[in-house]
């Protein structure tokens, strides 16, 4: 093998390992960038994670959207946690208060913390909470319960073709990772 031959795969291999450690930067990259993109256009059901101001653009009501509400739990949290109401007609601008059960099952506290997802995704700028139990950890002692509020309405501004929007939360023990 001559020298430059050898030269020419050191540059090779040189080069391959940047492109390599590039992509795997580059992959963990992806997941904040996508966080922002899913805050910014709504996309993949994303809410907003701060209270919305009272709506101030009236009520149209001529359009009546069905709001479907679920929950789940994460694996391993051993906690009942479903809404009080199922389903509810509001008319887009109409604020509406509904109202979450949650119960700790176990023998020890548990902090839990509700992730909202909104489906059809577009539909998830347009979802307006004013109040909300998944702004904040929801510390539940051994065998507490408790109801949670959520205040919200949807936008007027909600297009013509969404007539029902689901919201779903799962809950999440988050014990671990609490800060004291």
Not at 60 to 65: H, P, Q, V
Not at 146 to 158: I, K, N, P, R, S
């Amino acid at each position: 093998m001559t020298e430059q031959h050898q030269q020419n795969i050191n540059k090779s291999v040189k080069k391959l390992t940047l492109i390599v450690c590039a992509m795997f930067g580059f992959g963990f990259a992806l997941v904040p960038l996508y966080d922002v993109f899913c805050d910014i256009t709504g996309l993949n059901g994303k809410t907003s994670n701060q209270a919305a101001s009272v709506n101030e653009n009236g009520v149209d009501e001529s359009r009546l959207i069905t709001v479907q509400f679920i929950s789940h739990l994460s694996k391993g949290i051993p906690w009942q946690f479903e809404p009080m109401v199922k389903e509810i007609k509001v008319h887009p601008g109409e604020t509406k208060l509904v109202k979450f059960y949650a119960k700790n099952d176990a023998a020890r506290d548990i902090v839990g913390q509700a992730v909202p997802s909104v489906s059809p995704g577009q539909a998830a700028v347009y979802f307006q909470k004013i109040e909300c139990f998944c702004f904040n950890q929801q510390p539940l002692k051994a065998s507490e319960d408790v109801e949670m509020a959520l205040q919200f309405y949807v936008d007027t501004e909600l297009p013509e073709e969404v007539n029902t929007i689901t919201l779903s939360y799962t809950l999440y023990d988050i014990t671990g990772k609490v800060e004291s």
